[in-house]
């Protein structure tokens, strides 16, 4: 189903606060888009961007190199944890000088994505009421994040990307860039994402979100206002974990975990199995640091994504796609299995065969695998069309 009608993108949404020569490498940044209409039809009057560049602009602006981040993920893609970032770079290993994306060389900037809760508009940010946006901020696609991240490439005066790449949500964002700005892209990386996302995604994608509802505390997703601590942590965690499970393989925990115990407890009066353990570490840190309402709103907009939609298919979509593409999957992906790559290749004139990370790890396998994913990255950025 034609969810909004066809894309538009004329009007690019005007921007202030464009970057400065001097910044530091890393240091997160903000630019204010104003204006930005959503396919929805909800218009905002401004939205503020934080972003983050490592490298240096050369004089003819061909040298740019943009990383769209995954669900979790967010601007700090390299770079110790501190002031403003609460985790380490989340793709240390891939950029920096002499690494795969060499610094030296390549310019590099990451934003975090229309809806985020790192630095950029989302519902924890206060509305035009002066209170945060909770459940009242719009539905937002794909396309929206796009539409902004193009924003910010003109405040930049980037007017072409030599690579764009990304993982997971990532992937999806690349393939909107590709097919709707199909000259701003001179080469583009794919990985361990998908054309539209299936029955079986978005069933996940449900479950994940109706766990983050259940919780009394998440109250139509306008708990800003509660006391410390009692936001919907239990449904987020709840959600975490079944995401996870999507993330890792059933090869990597078996081997890993088997039907080992926790230390010191006991699964027959109560305690847990190490597994279970895992499960809860996870969950309880990822709801330390990032807001509910973001994990439900870009959940979301993965279920809603189709680049397909409103162009006559994914097949006649990605056929227009003449640029170089590099695919790439993960042999362990049960989130995004191979199949679903295979589709991206099969339809786009410009992808290879499919490149395939040969991981235990799953879907995870992006995070983990930094040689292998190093060299792909390489590839692609050898099939920059200048």
């Known amino acids: 189903m034609n969810l909004y009608g066809p894309l538009d993108y004329s009007g690019a949404p005007p921007v202030t606060g464009a970057w400065r020569e001097g910044d530091h490498p890393g240091e997160r940044k903000f630019l204010t888009v104003t204006d930005v209409e959503l396919e929805s039809g909800f218009i ?6 934080a972003y983050e560049t490592w490298g ?31 985790t380490a770079g989340w793709w240390d290993e891939l950029v920096g000088p002499g690494a795969p994306i060499d610094t030296d060389q390549w310019f590099v900037v990451c934003a975090n994505v229309l809806g985020g809760c790192q630095g950029t508009t989302g519902p924890a940010s206060l509305g035009p009421d002066g209170r945060p946006w909770g459940g009242q901020f719009p539905t937002v696609t794909i ?42 892209v001179h080469s583009g990386l794919v990985l361990g994402s998908t054309p539209a996302v299936s029955a079986d995604q978005i069933a996940t994608h449900a479950a994940q979100i109706a766990a983050i509802h259940a919780d009394p505390n998440f109250r139509g997703g306008n708990f800003y206002d509660q006391e410390s ?39 027959w009066v109560g305690g847990r199995f190490a597994v279970e ?18 994990y439900v709103l870009l959940t ?55 490149h395939i990370v040969h991981s235990p790890y799953g879907h995870d396998g992006f995070l983990v695998e930094g040689d292998q994913v190093g060299n792909f990255v390489r590839q692609a950025l050898s099939r920059v069309r200048h």
């Open 229 to 267: 601590g009692s936001g919907p942590h239990i449904g987020m965690g709840v959600a975490r974990r079944i995401a996870h499970l999507t993330y890792r393989s059933e090869t990597e925990l078996d081997l890993r975990f088997g039907r080992e115990v926790q230390e010191g407890e006991d699964p």
């Open 44 to 49: 905002f009057d401004e939205v503020t961007v």
């Open 143 to 184: 396309a929206d994040m796009v539409a902004v991240e193009v924003a910010v490439s003109d405040a930049l005066g980037i007017d072409t990307w030599a690579l764009m790449l990304g993982p997971s949500l990532g992937g999806m964002r690349v393939l909107e860039w590709m097919v709707a700005f199909p000259e701003r």
């Open 56 to 86: 240096t602009l050369n004089e003819s602006r061909d040298n740019a190199v943009y990383i769209c981040h995954a669900l979790t993920g967010d601007s700090h893609v390299t770079g110790p944890a501190g002031p403003g970032h609460k």
């Open 300 to 354: 979301r907009a993965m279920s809603l994504f189709d680049v397909g939609r409103g162009r006559g298919g994914v097949a006649q979509a990605l056929s227009q796609v003449k640029a170089p593409l590099t695919v790439v999957g993960i042999d362990s992906d049960r989130l995004f299995p191979l199949r679903l790559q295979e589709l991206i290749v099969e339809a786009t004139p410009g992808a290879e065969d499919l």
């Open 277 to 294: 353990s895992y499960l809860d570490h996870h969950a309880d840190k990822l709801a330390r640091r990032f807001d509910a309402n973001t």
